[in-house]
């Protein structure tokens, strides 16, 4: 192994994880549960397959945390005890592998569709405030619709059904959870001022319009343990137009509040400026000045994922240069050994966007082989 090389593949404390190599698998949302949102068989072999290089970090899918949280298809939830033991089958398979999953916990907010929330409790579509999201890139389509705004009182509930969703994952195996605030779903538009327009105490000023999310934090944290709690933010971001003029303000001051609160959460996870727009191909980068450096300087030297659009070359010199982890996401799906493929520097197989999002589909989830052999 090359000196420059050798960082990429040195353990790393990661919570209470002994993480043998700094290359993660980024939650990639698939479609492959069931209507009902669990999880069989196929989603079974498909984290098994990339849990084949002992001392990996997994981070699932985004996992609904309730009904009311809901508004895609497909898509595995972690609230009832038939999804809590079709988690468990994967848990257990991931770590028989010798490796370490956590679960993303996610609720849609304007993002959902309504038709799926009526088909899961008959819930309206919700959000920090009444703006429409239009003209989105989602890979769900769907007709824009203006969300009724959360009471002070749903979003005491959905503090504790985060909580409570951190807690169903505990028992199905999990390592751990993290947080989705990213994106532009529920927690991401609470903290940015262009999708949050209240004038309670969660808008308007940075104070207000982090109450929620960081009460989010509390309870998990409360429920499970900081070191099985992690986030991921993502500051730049534009897709489901988000982007506020200068994120840095209320990132910064978001992770400086994580930090002395929870000082020793897993991580922080963090999608670079260059992912503009999270589902499109070759997008000019209009943001190419953006930087996550005072972000990562807030975090300190506490466990760090980067994540957005690197190859081995990123991956290499972000280890080298700034320490902490580094996330992939559609070279995973393509190449179960990805951390293999990275450290052996063997030619990637090229992922397939039209398998991404097919339902219960093994085309392109769990068809791809792994080299015939582990690493040295």
């Known amino acids: 192994m090359t000196a420059s090389l050798a960082p990429l593949f040195q353990p790393i404390r990661v919570g209470n994880l002994n993480v043998q190599h700094r290359i993660v698998m980024a939650p990639l949302t698939r479609f492959r549960a069931s209507k009902a949102h669990v999880h069989g068989e196929l989603a079974k072999t498909y984290y098994g397959q990339r849990a084949g290089v002992p001392g990996t970090l997994i981070i699932t899918e985004a996992t609904f945390i309730a009904p009311q949280a809901t508004g895609y298809a497909n898509v595995p939830g972690i609230w009832n005890a038939e999804q809590i033991a079709g988690w468990k089958e994967i848990t257990e398979v991931v770590h028989a592998k010798g490796s370490f999953i956590f679960l993303q916990l996610w609720a849609l907010?304007?993002?959902?569709?309504?038709?799926?929330?009526?088909?899961?409790?008959?819930?309206?579509?919700?959000?920090?405030?009444?703006?429409?999201?239009?003209?989105?890139?989602?890979?769900?389509?769907?007709?824009?619709?203006?969300?009724?705004?959360?009471?002070?009182?749903?979003?005491?509930?959905?503090?504790?059904?985060?909580?409570?969703?951190a807690s169903n994952a505990i028992e199905a195996g999990f390592d751990g959870v993290e947080i989705h605030s990213a994106n532009g779903y529920l927690l991401d538009q609470f903290l940015q001022d262009v999708t949050n327009h209240r004038t309670d105490n969660y808008g308007g000023?940075?104070?207000?319009?982090?109450?929620?999310?960081?009460?989010?934090?509390?309870?998990?944290?409360?429920?499970?343990?900081?070191?099985?709690?992690?986030?991921?933010?993502?500051?730049?971001?534009?897709?489901?137009?988000?982007?506020?003029?200068?994120?840095?303000?209320?990132?910064?001051?978001?992770?400086?509040?994580?930090?002395?609160?929870?000082?020793?959460?897993?991580?922080?996870?963090?999608?670079?400026?260059?992912?503009?727009?999270?589902?499109?191909?070759?997008?000019?980068?209009d943001n190419e000045h953006d930087t996550n450096a005072l972000i990562r300087k807030a975090w300190g030297d506490r466990p760090y994922i980067a994540a957005g659009?690197?190859?081995?070359?990123?991956?290499?010199?972000?280890?080298?240069?700034?320490?902490?982890?580094?996330?992939?996401?559609?070279?995973?799906?393509?190449?179960?050994?990805?951390?293999?493929?990275?450290?052996?520097?063997?030619?990637?197989?090229?992922?397939?966007?039209?398998?991404?999002?097919?339902?219960?589909?093994?085309?392109?989830?769990?068809?791809?082989?792994?080299?015939?052999?582990?690493?040295?």
Do not use: C
């Open 309 to 376: 659009g690197l190859d081995r070359g990123d991956a290499i010199e972000i280890v080298k240069n700034e320490g902490g982890l580094v996330a992939f996401g559609r070279h995973f799906l393509a190449n179960p050994d990805l951390p293999l493929r990275l450290k052996e520097n063997i030619p990637l197989t090229p992922y397939n966007r039209d398998t991404f999002y097919t339902p219960e589909a093994a085309a392109g989830y769990t068809t791809i082989p792994s080299l015939k052999r582990s690493p040295r």
């Open 205 to 285: 000023s940075v104070e207000n319009r982090l109450r929620f999310p960081l009460a989010v934090v509390d309870a998990v944290v409360k429920a499970v343990g900081a070191e099985r709690t992690a986030i991921r933010l993502s500051p730049w971001s534009k897709f489901q137009r988000m982007g506020m003029k200068n994120p840095l303000p209320t990132f910064t001051t978001f992770v400086e509040r994580i930090r002395d609160a929870h000082p020793s959460l897993a991580y922080i996870h963090v999608i670079e400026p260059r992912m503009n727009v999270y589902f499109q191909e070759n997008l000019s980068n």
């Open 109 to 165: 907010g304007r993002a959902a569709d309504p038709v799926v929330l009526k088909e899961d409790g008959d819930f309206d579509v919700v959000a920090p405030s009444p703006i429409a999201l239009i003209d989105d890139y989602s890979p769900v389509k769907k007709e824009p619709v203006v969300p009724r705004e959360l009471t002070v009182s749903e979003i005491n509930e959905y503090t504790q059904l985060y909580a409570k969703a």
